[in-house]
């Protein structure tokens, strides 16, 4: 059985991403979420809708022995599985000005998206380079790339998240494993609700905000064999705002 796995996978860009996958690909889903087990149920059934097989995996990212101890109870009780595809899409904001910035809010973000991506991968990894094949996903953010007012902490977990993209796409890629990256802009989903939508697709050139199933249709092609020879890049896919 191989299988996809998807770290906060219950909701937004996440959950479109499993819904994809499962349309597109053979791969077994699986659905990480941290608290809102209502929304990754959700999410199984519209993967089971569309099809295929799918289950629920829940662990905190930024926790280690939780991920460590989950996937490996997840392992033993699938000892034929292999974990093909990574996607390290778990991410929280914490918006606000730098200089007011608890160091909380500072921590929280840049541990869910970093500490989310080592413990995920690394746990994961060496699997994918004795079966000389993988295909990890990083979701990273237009924030991550060009910066974001106001958005110091987000901005820096994801342009981090880039440059391990980048670093960790040489060292795997003799063993047939992609490493690449997607830079969403502002996408219609749970965290982006508080936004002035009619305000901010101002400075969008094609005048919108982009849906989830579009940054999933990117991230399907990633993964497929069709992208083999894409590999340390970052993608951007946010209406031509960082062009």
């Not at 991968?121 to 699997?127: E, R």
Request: glycine fraction near 8%; aromatic fraction near 6%; charged fraction near 25%.
């Amino acid at each position: 059985m191989k299988c996809a796995l998807i770290t906060g996978g219950s909701r937004g860009i996440g959950k479109a991403i499993c819904i994809q996958l499962a349309k597109d690909t053979n791969y077994h889903i699986l659905i990480n979420y941290n608290s809102n087990e209502v929304a990754a149920k959700d999410t199984l059934l519209e993967v089971e809708a569309a099809g295929k097989t799918a289950e629920i995996i829940q662990f905190n990212v930024d926790d280690y022995e939780d991920v460590k101890t989950k996937l490996d109870l997840w392992q033993e009780n699938n000892k034929e599985a292999v974990i093909e595809v990574i996607i390290n899409n778990a991410g929280i904001t914490r918006d606000g000005l730098f200089m007011w910035m608890p160091q909380k809010d500072w921590k929280d973000v840049i541990n869910t998206s970093l500490d989310g991506f080592y413990n995920v991968t690394n746990h994961l990894i060496q699997k994918l380079l004795r079966n000389r094949y993988g295909r990890i996903v990083n979701i990273a953010s237009v924030s991550g790339v060009k910066g974001t007012a106001g958005q110091t902490n987000y901005s820096a977990a994801k342009g981090a998240m880039v440059g391990v993209t980048k670093a960790l796409a040489q060292e795997v890629a003799k063993r047939n494993i992609t490493v690449n990256a997607v830079a969403p802009g502002f996408i219609k989903t749970d965290m982006t609700n508080e936004l002035d939508e009619n305000e901010l697709k101002k400075l969008i050139p094609v005048n919108r905000f982009g849906e989830a199933e579009e940054v999933a249709h990117l991230v399907s092609f990633l993964v497929s064999k069709k992208a083999s020879y894409i590999t340390g890049e970052v993608i951007n896919i946010n209406g031509g705002i960082y062009s």
